[in-house]
């Protein structure tokens, strides 16, 4: 059997994404009141049933499990792996979990007059780009838009784009990818 904490979690995750009961249960192959009295507070369901759920959430069985084991989890400055272009006009930090499932999150910063070549994700890929300081010039298969702080862009993750920084002071921001998402609502 394994914590209730679990079924709270499984919960939260079904009513953030606006799935009813009923919809988790068939894509996990269980049945409805398998999945309520999972959900409940005095519910106490089977690592099978666990597992079924995890799978029907597009997530791994120990990412459900310490989640609701470990309410915060911190990682240090240090634990974050950082990466930058050969040239280094850009150089990010990975801010997101190292095992979150088809989730990644980068702060960057760009240097002025420079320009950064995204690579292109799997098909169905999402991309969001924020902006926090300064102007960035972004180029998606050609349409270029330009976004200054505090806007934010939504894209094809699969396709050419870049970054571009024309002004004459850094550019610092968010990108956020959500490998193949699209796929499963029609975006690709």
Avoid at 1 to 20: D, F, S
Avoid at 114 to 142: C, N
Wanted: charged letters at 20%; hydrophobic letters at 40%; one cysteine or more.
């Amino acid at each position: 059997m394994v914590t209730n904490l679990v079924g709270t979690r499984i919960r939260a995750i079904r009513t953030m994404r606006k799935w009813t009961q009923q919809q988790l249960a068939d894509l996990a192959g269980i049945p409805r009141a398998t999945l309520a009295t999972a959900e409940r507070d005095d519910g106490n369901p089977s690592l099978a049933v666990v597992f079924r759920i995890a799978t029907a959430l597009g997530m791994p069985l120990d990412d459900l499990v310490e989640a609701a084991e470990n309410l915060i989890q911190v990682y240090s400055s240090e634990q974050m792996p950082r990466v930058s272009s050969g040239d280094g006009v850009y150089r990010a930090v990975t801010v997101s979990p190292p095992n979150v499932f088809h989730f990644f999150q980068q702060a960057f910063h760009l240097q002025p007059d420079s320009t950064y070549d995204g690579k292109p994700h799997p098909p169905g890929s999402e991309e969001y780009l924020y902006i926090l300081r300064g102007e960035v010039i972004l180029d998606v298969a050609g349409e270029c838009v330009c976004l200054r702080a505090g806007d934010s862009a939504r894209f094809r993750g699969n396709v050419l784009h870049s970054y571009r920084n024309a002004c004459q002071e850094e550019a610092w921001g968010v990108v956020t990818i959500l490998d193949g998402v699209g796929k499963k609502n029609g975006v690709s």
